[in-house]
C-alpha cells in the first residue's frame, strides 16, 4: 500500500517511523510520503490560507494550493498501471479528516486497509475550501472526510496518524500474530474486549481470576464472553442495543440482564 500524507506540519508524522507502522515500512509493506503543502506554493511568504468568503472567523486553507498538491502526490509511479478512470490520480482515495466528517470506525479501517493508494490531505485553520474534495470527486476519485471523535484538534496531523496506526495494523504481516486480530474490541462480534492478566498471579494483594488459572478452556472461554458482555453493558449502551439477538445464546442473555439489559422488540433495552 501506498500512503502520502500533506501537512504544513512534517514533523508532526515523525512518529510513523516508530513501533508498528515504521516496521511496516522497513518491510515493504506500506509506502509512507509525508509531505510539506508549503512545497506547492507560488509566492515569496509560503501563503496556503485566506479569510472565508461570507465571513468569520479564522482563515480557510486554499484550493489551489491543495490542487496541486493533490494532483502531484496521488499521480501513479510512472512504471505504475494507467490509474482507473483514466484521470491522472483519480484512482488515490483521498482522506480529510475533519471533525465535521462521518465517524472512523473499525469497518472504516477495513475498508480503507483494502485500498491500493491513501492521500491524506492534513487541514488547519477553519478547514481546507470545499471545493478540494468536489474537484477530486468530479475527477473520479474517492474523498472520505473523516472524524476520530467528537472533539475539535488543531488539525487533521493527529488523526491522519490514528487512522494510519489503525489501517496499518490491519495489513497482511504487519501484526506478529493474526490471531490478536480476532478478538479484539470492536471486532466482528461487536462487544468490548475482555479484561487480562498475567504473572504475577498474586500482585498488591489483588488475585487473578481463579478460572484463568485453571486450564480449563471451555470454562475460560465463557467467563471472558461474560466480561466483555458486561463491560460492554457498562461502557457502551449503543454497541448493547446494535448486537444482533439471534448471535446470542441463552448464558449472553443472562448475564445481559444481570445487567440490566433484556430484549424487547428484536433488539436490547435497558430495563425501566
Ligand atoms: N481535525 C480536527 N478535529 C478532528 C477530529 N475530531 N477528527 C478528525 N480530524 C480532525
Known sequence: MRIDVVTIFPDYLAALDLSLVGKARTAGIVDVRVHDLRDWTTDRHR?????????????????????????????????????????????????VPTPSGRSFTQRTAEALAGEDHLVFACGRYEGIDARVAEHH??????????????????????????????????????????????????????????????????????????VLLSGHHARIHRWRRDEALRRTAARRP???????????????????????????????DREG
Open 137 to 210: 470527486r468530479a475527477a473520479g476519485g474517492t474523498v472520505s472526510e473523516l472524524s476520530i471523535g467528537d472533539y475539535v484538534l488543531n488539525g487533521g496531523e493527529v488523526a491522519t496518524l490514528v487512522m494510519i496506526e489503525a489501517v496499518a495494523r490491519l495489513l497482511p504481516g504487519v501484526v506478529g500474530n493474526p490471531e490478536s486480530l480476532v478478538e479484539e474490541s470492536h471486532g466482528a462480534a461487536g462487544l468490548l474486549e475482555y479484561p487480562v492478566y498475567t504473572k504475577p498471579p498474586a500482585w498488591e494483594g489483588l488475585e487473578v481470576p481463579e
Open 238 to 268: 449503543d454497541m448493547v442495543r446494535a448486537l444482533d439477538l439471534a448471535a446470542l445464546d441463552r448464558r449472553d442473555l443472562e448475564v445481559l440482564a444481570e445487567s440490566g439489559w433484556t430484549p424487547r422488540d428484536g433488539r436490547l
Open 47 to 95: 501563503t496556503v490560507d485566506d479569510t472565508p468568503f461570507g465571513g468569520g472567523a479564522g482563515m480557510v486553507m486554499r484550493p489551489d494550493v491543495w490542487g496541486r498538491a493533490i494532483a502531484d502526490v496521488a499521480r501513479p509511479e510512472p512504471s505504475g498501471e494507467p490509474d482507473g478512470a483514466g484521470v491522472p490520480g483519480a484512482r488515490a482515495h483521498l482522506v
